[in-house]
């Protein structure tokens, strides 16, 4: 047996042994047997050092001065073929020159390396050995390596047999899994590269462009890179790889990410997160999720969320949803406010079935007009926007262009053999002319609407500044009449009505006076028909009736003699179901007896359902309250209604007190109270100002009148000291 220097170990150990009987120990028998011992565990050290270990000792040239006998064995090279060599003569090509690039450094810098390095016999086979390199020697020149190895072969190739194992394992579930799974990694110059790019999804993906996927593979397992990431971009649209590049450096910086991506038909949910190490990203592991069917499911279900289902237009979420693009991109549009004029007389005679598809064939008809580079939405009930691109219709030709169409939407439609006419407002304003926000176009338009209808409805108007005046105007007006009825800044007035023939006063009106902010007197006209388009009217009739009936109650406490208290009614309060319920609750809350209120209407409200205006006035006269006729002679006068309403009293138009004895007023007035008088109404006059218009309605026997000629509308509180000065 060989020592680890060379020497017949038995040889040197017999020769040590001797020297030092003869020289020192030669009359000690203790010592002899000491050393006896001592060189029978030298003998058994060598012995097993040379049998388990692998040794070499190496140069820093890297070249081999000794190995032992277990290297020559496993190696399968005589000692000769190895010494003087390096270690090339071993070295398989499993390794890259980085590995041993560092392992030198190692052991350079006088640290000793451990790993694992597979070596390549003489015949070709493959061993692994379990390698330690220590750095022997002071000084650098001087300094040799020691590799003490360890055969590990058979341990490594049950460690690859189960690799190759789960491998198989993992490579038949990535490969057949619909989903897309990558890594990417670095190299030791810092450049990435996919080292895993497979999946169901990749495979696909790639086979249609004639390339291979990256699948796992038993090198996968090693160090070397797959695919450069520069190179696999090129295999995805640009957009496609800008993204992924982009999101793979955010994931390098430790951050985890989430997107969808479309690879070609396919819409994949994508999560990439950092691979960690001792607190450093080392590489990115991604998974895509084939998400296509969930995604077209969420597109359908959008259009519904977007779509009017009557209509088949679009609907307000989506017209917010594509003005707001538009803008983002600055595409100029016009946006046109569409309001079908007196829809709701169709829909309450006809019924909503037949509303609805007049609906429908309305917006077919808006579809048919414009075919290309317009959208239609439905906003609700009567009203439409429709979205005209400026590149198929020029700016210039808008207001043009919405007068065309309210002609087309003018012809008639034919509906269950019915023939059917209808018309509708336009209002327009343009982007980017008159806003950049999606609410100020909107108000925009909706503002040049409410003037259309203002000028008669059927016709179109665009959006101008000097409209936001009256807007403004409009908005402070109702503030303000609120800001009126909270704050008792409304107050009545009291007209007296005359008797003729006894001059004496026959009873009052009771008119609204407002004292604006305690500023100024507002007359009526200037706010009444704003409040009766806006609902006002209602809190504020109801304020004048149970005002006048508190009054009058009042009056007669006090002994004051007239016949009754006239209230005007608005068509808008006698729509209201509990109209009737709230007259008489006032009069009961007030301690008016019913024969002492006249409620006065005017002939436009005849032009609603009448049988329902019937049933309400004969309610309120049957409870004891008298009903007038106001303003006749300035609407349709129907003289039949006269007949068929119950009515208590007519009242003569004022305008024609004013011109009663020019061209054929004089007849007319006289027709009316011979009429009145025939049908057992008392008539009166309105707007009486002279001496004339006195001595003809006295000819005509007409009893009561109202007017200046008499006296000026009364303070409450001048009512009691009024004095019927007979002229």
Known sequence: MESIFGTESEDLLLTVK??????????????????????????????????????????????????????????????????????????????????????????????????????????????????????????????????????ITVEKEKEQRLQANLLNSFETVVRHVNNLIFRVDKDYNNESYFSLLTGKIATEYFKERGIQAIHPSSEMFGEQPFQSLKLAMSYFPKEVSGKLNENITKVFLGEEVAYKEWFGSKCIH??????????????????????????????????????????????????????????????????????????????????????????????????SFYKEGAQIYRMGGDEFVILLDDQEFPCKNYLLNAQQLIKEIEKPFYIDEMELYISCSIGLSCFPLHGSEYAALHRAADLALNVSKEQGRGTAVLYEKNLEEGYINKVRLESDIRFGLENDEFFLVYQPKVNLFTNKV??????????????????????????????????????????????????????????????NISPAELEQNDFVNNVKDILLETGLPPQYLELEITENVLMKNLNKLLSILTELKNYGIRIAMDDFGAGFSNFRYLSELPIHTLKIDSMFMNRIFERRNEVIVSSIIRIGLSLGLEVVAEGVETEEVIQFLKRHKCKIVQGFYYSKPLNARDVPDFNLMVK
């Open 18 to 151: 001797n020297a030092l009987r003869k020289e020192s120990i030669k009359d000690n028998d203790k010592l002899e047997i000491m050393l006896e011992d001592a060189f029978f565990k030298m003998k058994l050290m060598s012995y097993a050092v040379n049998e388990t270990m692998i040794l070499a000792l190496t140069n820093r040239a890297g070249q081999i001065i000794y190995v032992n006998d277990r290297f020559v064995e496993i190696s399968g090279y005589s000692p000769e073929e190895l010494i003087g060599k390096t270690h090339r003569v071993v070295k398989s090509s499993h390794h890259s020159t980085k590995f041993f690039k560092e392992m030198w450094n190692t052991i350079l810098q006088g640290q000793t390396w451990e790993g694992e390095i597979c070596n390549k016999r003489k015949n070709g086979e493959l061993y692994w050995v379990k390698t330690y390199i220590l750095p022997i020697g002071e000084e650098y020149k001087d300094t040799y390596f020691l590799s003490i190895r360890t055969d």
């Open 270 to 367: 994508i999560t990439i997160s950092p691979i960690e190490q001792n607190g450093k990203v080392t590489g990115a592991i991604g998974i895509g999720n084939d998400i296509t069917e969930l995604e077209n499911t969420r597109t359908t279900l959008s259009e519904l969320a977007y779509k009017d289902h009557l209509t088949n237009t679009y609907n307000t979420a989506a017209l917010n949803r594509d003005i707001q693009l538009k803008i983002l991109l600055k595409e100029p549009f016009s946006f046109l406010y569409i309001d079908l004029d007196r829809f709701k007389n169709i829909n309450d005679s006809l019924g909503h079935v037949t509303g609805d598809i007049l609906l429908q064939k309305v917006s077919r008809r808006m579809k």
């Open 506 to 567: 026959h009873g009052y009106e009771a008119l609204i006076r407002w004292n604006r902010k305690g500023k100024n007197i507002i007359p009526p006209n200037d706010y009444i028909p704003f409040a009766e388009e806006t609902g006002l009217i209602i809190p504020l009739g109801r304020y004048v009736l149970h005002e006048a009936c508190r009054q009058a109650a009042e009056w007669l406490q006090k002994g004051i003699a007239f016949d009754t208290v006239s209230v």
